[in-house]
């Protein structure tokens, strides 16, 4: 049973640490696509606009989904 939750604790790091990574390059690029990009082109701008949108909306889901796996954990230790 230990190597089981170890596995999946390895798994949930990971995914953890492959997203974070992403969302940082994310950021990064958005950031230099304000910084360097045609801030007069319509099209640039509605560009960067869905670019934010989709970031913040990937991060309020993993924030979502960490606030209800650590509530799971705390249910289940409680419960003990």
Avoid: C
């Amino acid at each position: 049973m230990t190597g089981d939750n170890y596995g999946i604790e390895d798994r949930v790091r990971n995914l953890f640490s492959t997203y974070t990574a992403a969302a940082t390059q994310e950021k990064t690029n958005i950031i230099n696509q304000l910084k360097y990009g045609d801030a007069t082109n319509p099209a640039v701008l509605l560009e960067l606009q869905n670019r934010v949108g989709n970031y913040s909306l990937a991060i309020n889901m993993v924030s979502t989904l960490t606030h209800r796996g650590a509530s799971a954990i705390d249910s289940v230790l409680k419960a003990q």
